[in-house]
């Protein structure tokens, strides 16, 4: 459905004002003092290019009830049609010569055609590289001549306050730039994405703007346009974007592997706050507090231990855990991180040599946020799911799941493998019920 807009009658408003002759007019001064007035025109000028809308086009399987199964004394049952769908975005040309452009990924998921469109008129097909939908980014590629790239920044030297443009295609409209100012960093816990670590600003960004550009003065890249936080998709001044740091080290990951192969520190904690800090007699009310380090782990290995305070990753401050864990979750397995720690009040540092996660952990976490922390395999059986390797304090432990649970059922619905379990899962909007055998014991859990 196309959104309705009002629009103000400008014939009306014309038609109040006193009209004078052409030469009463008088132009609108370029300088002011000998100065050239401030302008974004420049700036944007070079960048605008780099910046393109991007509609897609597929089908989604949507579920319908039946009528006639019921009316015919069947059971009211749920058919599974196809919908075509269509939609719109905006993305980022990183790499001129490779084609390549950053996009978020709910731009461009289920997507059967993707267009990228230039703000020279040109077209082109695009070809999806990969994506990473705990972040929500998406690698896309282009086979075009004269591209034009933005130049990217490094977001971990972001300050409050830093002037910010947005730039991108809000409700179909064509491009468009707004300006405002970095509200905030580190942003999480927003429960949009499953790693967060958003740049906050109050630069409009509408519906149509996801994938778009966030830029400094100099025109460089320093976020992608993300979300927002106001009614039915308008603009009130809260919006958030994925810093290009993190955006970096995500795609980099596709280029060379096809895939994100996202690091693991090994941890499970808390973030510092006034009653933990006075609890525990702690010298600081902000960062990661370590409440357990699995064994074997990256942190195990380099030194960590329960009770440390995560301040620093790579020397840029942490405030909480949850931004710790956007910052690891971004780096890529094998690769190195300094963390700085407060041990006894004490400020430590270490060189920690990031593991790589199970493909099981991966499956599980991408299948709902509440199972991460757990391992699921299809049971020798074949009679349900198989859970393992349950870590503690992980949102899996959090639910209730332990090692050796079987998930038998889905809101009442049985489930003889991680297939089945998986389909169940993406039909399910709200409150999940999982059919739990414990040994002899059957239960159900709740997740949210």
């Given at each position: 459905m196309k959104k309705k807009f009002a629009l103000t009658p400008v014939a009306l408003l014309i038609g109040s004002l006193t009209l004078f002759p052409a030469s009463s007019y008088a132009a609108l001064p370029t300088q002011v003092d000998g100065q050239s007035l401030p302008s974004l025109a420049p700036m944007l000028e070079q960048t605008t290019p780099a910046v393109v809308s991007i509609s897609v086009e597929g089908t989604q399987e949507v579920q319908q009830s039946d009528p006639f199964r019921f009316f015919f004394g069947q059971r009211r049952g749920q058919e599974p049609q196809e919908r075509p769908f269509r939609g719109l975005g905006s993305g980022v040309i990183i790499d001129a010569d490779k084609g390549y452009i950053v996009t978020n990924n709910h731009v461009i998921d289920e997507a059967d055609t993707i267009l990228v469109n230039l703000t020279d008129g040109r077209q082109f097909k695009a070809k999806k590289i990969g994506t990473d939908a705990q972040s929500d980014i998406a690698l896309l590629q282009i086979d075009g001549e004269d591209l034009t790239e933005i130049k990217i920044a490094n977001s971990d030297d972001l300050r409050v306050g830093d002037f910010a443009v947005a730039i991108g295609s809000p409700f179909g409209l064509g491009q468009t730039v707004t300006s405002g100012i970095v509200s905030a960093l580190g942003r999480s816990g927003l429960n949009i994405e499953q790693l967060e670590d958003f740049i906050q600003t109050d630069a409009a960004i509408n519906s149509g703007n996801s994938g778009g550009a966030l830029v400094n003065l100099r025109g460089e890249l320093i976020g992608i346009n993300t979300a927002i936080l106001g009614p039915n998709g308008g603009n009130v001044g809260i919006g958030f974007a994925i810093?290009?740091?993190?955006?970096?080290?995500?795609?980099?990951?596709?280029?060379?592997?096809?895939?994100?192969?996202?690091?693991?520190?090994?941890?499970?904690?808390?973030?510092?706050?006034?009653e933990l800090a006075k609890a525990m007699d702690l010298e600081t009310n902000q960062g990661g507090f370590v409440s357990q380090v699995a064994p074997d782990s990256a942190a195990e290995q380099a030194g960590l231990k329960a009770g440390d305070i995560i301040i620093e990753v790579n020397g840029r401050k942490i405030r909480n855990f949850n931004e710790l864990r956007g910052k690891i979750g971004s780096i890529g397995a094998g690769n190195d991180v300094e963390l700085t720690i407060l041990r006894d009040g004490k400020r430590k540092t270490f060189d920690v040599t990031l593991k790589g996660t199970t493909e099981a952990n991966i499956a599980a976490a991408s299948m709902h946020p509440m199972l991460q922390g757990a391992q699921l395999s299809s049971s020798e059986d074949g009679e349900g799911v198989l859970v393992r390797n349950v870590i503690e304090n992980s949102p899996a432990a959090a639910v209730g799941l332990q090692d050796g649970d079987v998930i038998a059922g889905v809101n009442r619905k049985p489930v003889s493998n991680l297939a089945e379990f998986r389909d169940l899962l993406e039909e399910i909007e709200g409150v999940v019920a999982l059919n739990i055998v414990r040994g002899n014991t059957k239960l159900y859990l709740m997740m949210r």
């Open positions: 810093p290009s740091t993190m955006m970096q080290n995500l795609v980099n990951q596709i280029i060379e592997y096809g895939e994100v192969r996202r690091g693991v520190l090994g941890v499970t904690g808390n973030s510092i706050n006034p």
